[in-house]
């Protein structure tokens, strides 16, 4: 195919196609897209007629993408991150008069500790920007970014896509929030002999800080797990429960509380990192770079003395 033949392709049945591939779902894709799902179904009969291929078949109750399918999505991924770099590094950014919808990925610990204090600045320099805040995690991370659920993300990391970008916010230094009114800061015999609340987005009842405990020749008793830590405060207030978070979050469930403390841990805990990542093909966008500007100051600014 030439140049001049590219007039006959219409631009919005690749980013479907490309929609459809990581969906693999007719609904799903039309709700990402806002269209009713007779579009996406004539759209994808015009797609198999572009490509002379099914692209996707039914295979019980979802759609699995032919290896033509998977081909055409490797080589058009790049070039459509291409086109949309151009297209978007060609716009001047205001944020005073944006519109712009920022979708953005972060861990729960970041949602409820750090991003308060970022939202209350996009509101007062861009009052008409949408923000869209989805939960990631190192396991989601990859994905997101790659389908275009979000364009940063701010959480643990591991392995990323190849075109990813990354940048550390800060070390993720932990503290012990109880609710208890014995007096005293604890000791490694009480940490381990007290029963323990776990954040875990995956239900899972040990953590990075269960290694930490087994380099000493400890273990800790988790006898909950809860998927965010909003409702910490409320669960440990008046317990002989403890819960080990990172400073951050545990300076925003202190602050204003009269039952809950936090403590420095009674052993050594390795920090991880927090950090913020983004698709390469966003690198130059100034609406993205503006964005990715304002996270960074915020959430790796340093804690209130309080905190630490």
């Given at each position: 195919?030439?140049?001049?033949?590219?007039?006959?392709?219409?631009?919005?049945?690749?980013v479907?196609?490309?929609?459809?591939?990581?969906?693999?779902?007719?609904?799903?894709?039309?709700e990402?897209?806002?269209?009713g799902?007779?579009?996406?179904?004539?759209?994808?009969a015009?797609?198999?007629?572009?490509?002379?291929d099914?692209?996707?078949?039914r295979?019980?109750?979802?759609?699995?993408?032919?290896?033509?399918?998977?081909a055409?999505?490797?080589?058009?991924?790049?070039?459509?991150?291409?086109?949309?770099?151009?297209?978007?590094?060609?716009?001047d950014?205001?944020?005073?008069?944006?519109?712009?919808?920022?979708?953005?990925?972060?861990?729960?610990?970041?949602?409820?500790?750090?991003?308060?204090?970022?939202?209350?600045?996009?509101?007062?320099?861009?009052?008409?920007?949408?923000?869209?805040?989805?939960?990631?995690?190192?396991?989601?991370?990859?994905?997101?970014?790659?389908?275009?659920?979000?364009?940063?993300g701010?959480?643990?990391?591991?392995?990323?896509?190849?075109?990813?970008?990354?940048?550390?916010?800060?070390?993720?230094?932990?503290?012990?929030?109880?609710?208890?009114?014995?007096?005293?800061?604890?000791?490694?015999?009480?940490?381990?002999?007290?029963?323990?609340?776990?954040?875990?987005?995956?239900?899972?009842?040990?953590?990075?800080?269960?290694?930490?405990?087994?380099?000493?020749?400890?273990?800790?008793?988790?006898?909950?797990?809860?998927?965010?830590?909003?409702?910490?405060?409320?669960?440990?207030?008046?317990?002989?429960?403890?819960?080990?978070?990172?400073?951050?979050?545990?300076?925003?469930?202190?602050?204003?509380?009269?039952?809950?403390?936090?403590?420095?841990?009674?052993f050594?805990?390795?920090?991880?990192?927090l950090?913020?990542?983004?698709?390469?093909?966003?690198?130059?966008?100034?609406?993205?770079?503006?964005?990715?500007?304002?996270?960074?100051?915020?959430?790796?600014?340093?804690?209130?003395?309080?905190?630490?």
């Amino acid at each position: 195919m030439n140049r001049n033949d590219l007039r006959r392709v219409d631009m919005n049945l690749l980013v479907i196609f490309e929609t459809l591939m990581f969906e693999k779902n007719l609904t799903r894709a039309g709700e990402k897209l806002f269209l009713g799902q007779p579009a996406v179904s004539a759209a994808l009969a015009r797609l198999r007629d572009l490509f002379d291929d099914p692209l996707l078949v039914r295979n019980g109750r979802v759609l699995e993408p032919t290896q033509r399918a998977l081909a055409i999505l490797r080589e058009l991924q790049p070039a459509m991150d291409t086109i949309s770099g151009a297209v978007s590094r060609a716009k001047d950014f205001d944020p005073l008069s944006s519109r712009d919808v920022f979708r953005i990925g972060l861990s729960d610990d970041a949602e409820f500790g750090l991003l308060p204090p970022l939202l209350k600045q996009l509101r007062e320099e861009a009052p008409n920007v949408v923000v869209v805040i989805r939960r990631v995690n190192f396991l989601l991370m990859s994905s997101m970014l790659g389908s275009g659920e979000i364009s940063v993300g701010v959480s643990y990391t591991t392995e990323l896509p190849a075109n990813a970008k990354r940048k550390k916010l800060r070390d993720l230094h932990c503290k012990i929030l109880r609710g208890d009114d014995r007096p005293g800061a604890l000791t490694l015999d009480d940490y381990c002999e007290r029963p323990h609340a776990l954040v875990s987005f995956s239900g899972s009842l040990d953590g990075s800080i269960d290694n930490d405990l087994a380099r000493v020749n400890r273990t800790r008793n988790v006898v909950l797990a809860v998927p965010q830590f909003a409702p910490l405060r409320a669960i440990l207030a008046g317990t002989d429960l403890l819960a080990t978070v990172p400073d951050f979050a545990a300076c925003a469930l202190v602050d204003g509380s009269t039952v809950l403390r936090a403590d420095e841990p009674p052993f050594q805990i390795v920090p991880s990192e927090l950090s913020m990542v983004w698709n390469g093909v966003n690198d130059n966008d100034p609406a993205e770079r503006w964005l990715r500007s304002l996270i960074a100051h915020h959430m790796s600014a340093p804690l209130p003395p309080q905190a630490h």
